[in-house]
């Protein structure tokens, strides 16, 4: 008997819908790349993308717990000298409230092609609508 190794063209990809209202971020990251990476399915398979679609909806009202607002940072480099820049998870949290949500879950993927390619399947708003229903996607609760 041989171990079912999933095909790219086989996989079946569903659409997800989460509600991030009042959602501790690292919870509800930890489940949205479990359903990115296609971990939920009797057919996942490390080496190949299984994943489903996700639209997460109300990211700006995400919950981060004790004082990550004001202690938490977010580092990025241009590459030259003395180009650091960081900002609070407060004040990245005000000005895109998608890209908090982005950096929690890619820390949670693969650090390579594949992890870039399940990325790209996240959909993030920071409001309550979203421009994917003509998908149907399921609601899921944490």
Same mark, same amino acid.
């Given at each position: !008997?041989?171990? @079912?190794?999933?095909?790219? *063209?086989?996989?079946?990809?569903?659409? $997800?819908?989460?509600?991030? &209202?009042?959602? +501790?971020?690292?919870?509800? #990251?930890? &489940?949205?790349?479990?359903?990115?990476?296609?971990?939920?399915?009797?057919?996942?398979?490390?080496?190949?993308?299984? /994943?489903?679609? +996700?639209?997460? +909806? %109300? #990211? #700006?009202?995400?919950?981060?717990? /004790?004082?990550?607002?004001?202690?938490? !940072?977010?580092?990025? @480099?241009?590459?030259?000298?003395? *180009?650091?820049? &960081?900002?609070?998870?407060?004040?990245?949290?005000?000005?895109?409230?998608?890209? +908090?949500?982005? @950096?929690?879950?890619?820390?949670? =993927?693969?650090? %390579?092609? =594949?992890?870039? #390619?399940?990325?790209?399947? =996240?959909?993030? @708003?920071?409001?309550?609508?979203?421009?994917?229903?003509?998908? $149907?996607?399921?609601?899921?609760?944490?």
């Amino acid at each position: !008997m041989k171990t @079912y190794q999933a095909k790219k *063209g086989e996989v079946t990809r569903d659409w $997800c819908l989460f509600d991030a &209202e009042d959602k +501790v971020l690292g919870r509800l #990251a930890a &489940e949205i790349a479990h359903r990115l990476r296609g971990k939920h399915k009797p057919v996942f398979t490390p080496h190949t993308d299984t /994943g489903d679609f +996700v639209v997460v +909806v %109300n #990211a #700006a009202k995400v919950r981060l717990t /004790g004082k990550k607002l004001t202690d938490k !940072m977010y580092y990025r @480099y241009s590459g030259y000298p003395g *180009g650091l820049k &960081e900002i609070t998870a407060g004040k990245l949290l005000q000005k895109k409230p998608e890209e +908090v949500l982005r @950096y929690a879950v890619k820390g949670m =993927l693969p650090k %390579n092609s =594949l992890g870039r #390619a399940m990325l790209k399947k =996240l959909k993030i @708003y920071a409001e309550g609508e979203h421009k994917h229903e003509a998908q $149907c996607p399921k609601t899921l609760e944490l």
